[in-house]
């Protein structure tokens, strides 16, 4: 049932993730657009990376693809968040305008915030180890991306390889943007795994809270058993010492009545009056113990209604 209600959380994520990625992107559009003064500027990166979020975004609203791939729905947005814009900014590095956005921290930089929420996901989804699996493949795939598509790029420009470990414009330096890839796997360990021990406790503490509402529950419903039990106890003790009573007084009454009826009249009459009177003490009594076991009027029906109730009554 938890993993159950873990799951529908991490899923309900998903949307919010999708449009803080377009917000994000379009943000860095109106940023380049100031920097390079050029609509025209690292287009093909926006159009790409456009497409990509709003295919997620569209992935995450239909309900589809989550029915039928189950639990490699998950795997397959986190890697459509993160893989294909590594991918498409290294594939289009070549092609960037000279600015501050485009040397290697500049390109992490772009990757970060995308990267941080899928990093918050995956923490959330599948704790620490989610974590370090993560920032492992990110890592790895960046090596990749360098040591396999920037020549590969290069190749395709028709363009010689640099000598001594020189990228393709704008990675003037691979050591440097190796550096930086060290670093952001190197924060995304920590910080993931910050956010993994967070999500743990606080999962531990609503499974403690989910625990303390089943025990109230049922100590209120023993409660309530045992409210039940007594008042239905002190109900047959108010009728027996009331209604019990006085029908065992009359029985005694009439009986004794029966048996003077036909020897001695007047103790007869006698013992009728005294039975009428029995039964009318009796009556009284077992009102005023129906009457306590009531709400008041004042409780029931406020100050004004209950003085109108008594004026009716002693009327």
Same mark, same amino acid.
């Given at each position: 049932?938890?993993?159950?209600?873990?799951?529908?959380?991490?899923?309900?994520?998903?949307?919010?993730?999708?449009?803080?990625?377009?917000?994000?992107?379009?943000?860095? !559009?109106?940023?380049?657009?100031?920097?390079?003064?050029?609509i025209? $500027?690292?287009?093909l990166?926006? *159009?790409?990376?456009?497409?990509?979020?709003?295919?997620?975004?569209?992935?995450?609203?239909?309900?589809?693809?989550? &029915?039928?791939?189950?639990?490699?729905?998950?795997?397959?947005?986190?890697?459509?968040?993160?893989?294909?814009?590594?991918?498409?900014?290294? +594939?289009?590095?070549?092609?960037?305008?000279?600015?501050?956005?485009?040397?290697?921290?500049? =390109? #992490? +930089?772009?990757?970060?915030?995308? =990267?941080?929420?899928?990093?918050?996901?995956?923490?959330?989804?599948?704790?620490?180890?989610?974590?370090? !699996?993560?920032?492992?493949?990110?890592?790895?795939?960046?090596?990749? =991306?360098?040591?396999?598509?920037?020549?590969?790029?290069l190749?395709?420009?028709?363009?010689?390889?640099?000598?001594?470990?020189?990228?393709?414009?704008?990675?003037?330096? *691979?050591?440097?943007? !190796?550096?930086?890839?060290?670093?952001?796997?190197?924060s995304?360990?920590?910080?993931?795994?910050?956010?993994?021990?967070?999500?743990?406790?606080?999962?531990?503490?609503?499974?403690?809270?989910?625990?303390?509402? #089943?025990?109230?529950?049922?100590?209120a419903?023993?409660?309530?058993?045992?409210?039940?039990?007594?008042?239905?106890?002190?109900?047959?003790?108010?009728?027996?010492?009331?209604? $019990?009573?006085?029908?065992?007084?009359?029985?005694?009454?009439?009986?004794?009545?029966? $048996?003077?009826w036909?020897?001695?009249?007047?103790?007869?009459?006698?013992?009728l009056?005294?039975?009428?009177?029995?039964? &009318?003490?009796? !009556?009284?009594?077992? &009102?005023r113990?129906?009457? $306590?076991?009531?709400?008041?009027?004042?409780?029931?029906?406020?100050?004004?209604?209950?003085?109108?109730?008594?004026?009716?009554?002693?009327?």
């Open positions: 049932m938890n993993d159950q209600q873990d799951d529908t959380d991490t899923l309900r994520l998903l949307p919010t993730a999708g449009w803080l990625w377009l917000v994000y992107l379009l943000t860095l !559009l109106v940023i380049d657009q100031l920097i390079y003064r050029s025209q $500027a690292n287009l990166y926006y *159009i790409f990376n456009l497409a990509v979020a709003g295919a997620f975004l569209l992935l995450a609203h239909w309900d589809g693809p989550c &029915r039928g791939l189950k639990g490699l729905y998950l795997p397959l947005m986190l890697s459509l968040m993160v893989a294909l814009p590594l991918v498409i900014s290294h +594939l289009l590095t070549a092609s960037f305008f000279q600015g501050p956005l485009s040397n290697p921290e500049g =390109m #992490a +930089l772009r990757q970060m915030p995308v =990267m941080f929420v899928a990093l918050v996901i995956t923490a959330w989804q599948y704790r620490l180890a989610g974590v370090i !699996l993560f920032s492992g493949g990110t890592a790895l795939l960046e090596v990749l =991306m360098v040591d396999i598509v920037a020549p590969l790029v190749f395709m420009n028709r363009q010689p390889m640099p000598p001594q470990n020189f990228g393709p414009v704008p990675f003037q330096n *691979i050591d440097v943007f !190796l550096v930086v890839a060290l670093v952001r796997t190197v995304f360990a920590v910080v993931g795994a910050f956010i993994s021990q967070l999500i743990t406790r606080l999962r531990t503490q609503q499974s403690s809270l989910r625990e303390a509402n #089943a025990r109230l529950a049922h100590y419903s023993t409660l309530e058993s045992l409210t039940v039990s007594r008042e239905r106890n002190r109900l047959a003790h108010e009728l027996h010492d009331t209604l $019990a009573h006085s029908l065992t007084a009359l029985s005694v009454q009439l009986e004794a009545l029966k $048996a003077y036909n020897v001695d009249r007047k103790k007869a009459r006698k013992l009056d005294q039975a009428l009177s029995a039964t &009318r003490s009796g !009556l009284e009594e077992t &009102r113990a129906l009457k $306590a076991l009531r709400a008041t009027s004042l409780e029931e029906l406020g100050l004004g209604l209950a003085l109108r109730h008594i004026a009716e009554s002693a009327a």
